[in-house]
């Protein structure tokens, strides 16, 4: 239970609830275990009244009927103690499992981009649910049934002993038995279960995967290799969850076997000493009662072994994430205003994952207020620049400012939010068009966002759209084409005003006539605003202040539109070639 210890915070958290539960435990329990006595007793008399000759039958009925509506009145407040108990430690384990998941999302918040590129949507995602669900069992039922287990145990065992104390150690024999078989059984459910929950992840995985890519799927028609690739996955994790409970399944019967024998000790060694007159026929009857009443709990014993090491293995796996440390971190609480004045000083980067040098000694001085482009072949560093402005990742050697200030020592919160940033592969969320522009202010009227749109020159699509800006667009906004994804893109960069503007080749999926309206507005929004835009398209990029042109991570070209586009290199062949095209 070593990955539990993490957790162990919310009991404390929590203790006055659980105290209430042990409590009402403690007295249900003994409220229960008077049954047994009370039967007992009913027993007693009225074998004592026939071997007394009493025969007022009317007299016996009596007692009985009064040890009957006691018995009753009994299981009845044990019942409702039973209830407030569940509510209080099972509805414990539901805010424990709110509280454990929301600390696992805000941990994958804080987490670096290169965590993701790292780690599978569906493992991150199986951890955050079908893991805590397992940890929530050890706050929940493995807590109460453990508490039942141990108050019933010790009170049946002090009731035992008081009753007769030879006839107790002779129906406790195979209970050391039980004690080392759970032991070994609960080392190899500690370890299948590992194996299930990464099994699972794979699942999830391959059903996200599949889900995600649906429209490449059909488009190659591979859907039978997908799901041949499917099976394969959940027939392996199949096989694992049936060796998992094919040891489980050997609890229930083990400790079943094992009280049968306790009960037939009790009949036999019991009758033995009603013979001998040390014990009362009723004294036998309890006894057989006390070792049923033992049966749930000592059989809930390997449900409840097996939850605790389902529990603590899955910890395991959420403790991997929750103790990884953010590679990005905010260095400063101190609020940052920024202006917007980046520069690149001897900047080279490379990523750790897959050892790629992006970026060689580059250098560059952006004041606030102008406009850099960025030009360059697929792989040639443009995205990694813009990435290291947004502090994504940390720089391998040299730095990167703003406002003269080292980037690492400016507050996080406050660098990015004055950043509007449009991807290059434009996402939206699976809501409706208004909540994804309002993504970038969420306290934008609709007013605010309708001037968005229209800037970004998607209004006019959206109102003919039946439902307008309500209307809802599906996962990572698949019901909208890509120039509509990127236009809205753009409503949400701009609409909150930001200090810096990024654009990473945003009008790659919209046409000349569309690219030119949205460039004019562009100009309008960008003004005295520091503004970085990202094209392989010269007409994109010809107004900027300052070009640079990017190869294999090195800067080969600078300076303006007219003097590159005369300069003998990379950027006028390119110029020249999109002229053509255009003719």
């Not at 107004?543 to 586009?565: K, M, R, W």
């Amino acid at each position: 239970m070593k990955a539990l210890k993490y957790v162990n915070k919310y009991f404390t958290k929590y203790k006055y609830r659980y105290l209430i539960g042990i409590i009402i435990c403690v007295l249900s329990n003994i409220l229960k275990l008077q049954i047994p006595d009370l039967i007992s007793k009913s027993i007693n008399e009225a074998v004592g009244s026939v071997e007394n000759g009493n025969t007022d039958i009317d007299a016996v009925k009596s007692i009985l009927l009064y040890y009957i509506l006691l018995i009753i009145g009994v299981a009845l407040i044990g019942g409702i103690f039973t209830f407030i108990t569940r509510q209080m430690i099972i509805v414990n384990s539901r805010l424990i499992e709110y509280d454990l998941k929301n600390e696992i999302y805000q941990q994958y918040q804080k987490l670096s981009l290169n965590f993701y590129k790292k780690n599978r949507t569906g493992d991150l995602m199986n951890r955050i649910s079908e893991d805590v669900g397992k940890v929530r069992m050890y706050f929940g039922p493995a807590v109460m049934y453990s508490l039942n287990m141990v108050v019933a145990f010790i009170v049946t065992l002090i009731l035992m002993i008081r009753t007769d104390l030879t006839l107790t150690l002779y129906t406790i024999i195979p209970l050391p038995i039980l004690s080392v078989s759970i032991y070994y059984l609960s080392r190899l459910i500690h370890k299948k279960t590992t194996i299930v929950q990464e099994y699972l992840s794979k699942l999830t995985t391959a059903a996200q995967e599949t889900f995600s890519g649906i429209r490449i799927i059909k488009s190659y028609t591979t859907e039978q290799s997908s799901i041949e690739h499917f099976d394969n996955v959940a027939e392996n994790s199949k096989q694992k969850n049936v060796e998992l409970y094919k040891i489980q399944a050997l609890f229930f019967p083990l400790m079943i076997l094992l009280i049968g024998i306790s009960n037939l000790i009790v009949i036999y060694f019991g009758g033995l000493r009603y013979i001998d007159g040390y014990i009362t026929l009723g004294d036998i009857a309890k006894f057989i009662m006390y070792v049923n009443i033992l049966t749930w709990p000592v059989a809930i014993l390997g449900w409840v072994t097996s939850i605790v090491q389902q529990a603590d293995a899955s910890q395991e796996r959420i403790n991997e994430f929750l103790n990884e440390d953010p590679e990005i971190k905010n260095q400063t609480e101190t609020v940052s205003k920024i202006h917007g004045t980046i520069r690149f000083n001897n900047v080279s980067f490379t990523y750790d994952d897959t050892g790629i040098t992006a970026l060689k000694n580059i250098n560059f001085n952006l004041e606030n207020g102008k406009t850099l482009a960025i030009l360059g072949k697929t792989g040639s560093g443009k995205s990694t620049i813009i990435n290291l402005i947004a502090r994504l990742y940390d720089t391998t050697e040299g730095e990167v400012t703003i406002d003269g200030i080292n980037i690492e020592h400016l507050n996080l919160n406050n660098l990015r939010q004055s950043i509007g940033f449009v991807p290059q592969d434009a996402f939206l969320f699976s809501d409706t068009i208004e909540n994804n522009i309002r993504f970038g202010d969420e306290n934008a009227t609709i007013n605010t966002i309708e001037n968005a749109a229209k800037d970004a020159y998607i209004h006019h699509n959206i109102i003919e759209f039946k439902k307008g800006y309500k209307t809802y667009v599906g996962e990572r906004g698949v019901t909208l084409s890509g120039g509509q994804k990127q236009r809205v893109s753009i409503a949400r960069a701009i609409i909150n005003e930001p200090k810096i503007l990024i654009f990473d080749d945003c009008l790659s999926a919209v046409d000349t006539e569309t690219e030119e309206i949205i460039l004019k507005n562009l100009e309008r929004i960008t003004k005295n605003r520091t503004t970085i835009i990202v094209s392989h398209r010269i007409s994109s990029i010809k107004h900027a202040d300052s070009i640079i042109v990017l190869d294999e991570g090195e800067i080969i070209q600078q300076g303006t539109h007219n003097q590159l586009s005369t300069e003998k290199g990379f950027y006028a062949e390119l110029y020249n070639q999109q002229l053509l095209e255009d003719i």
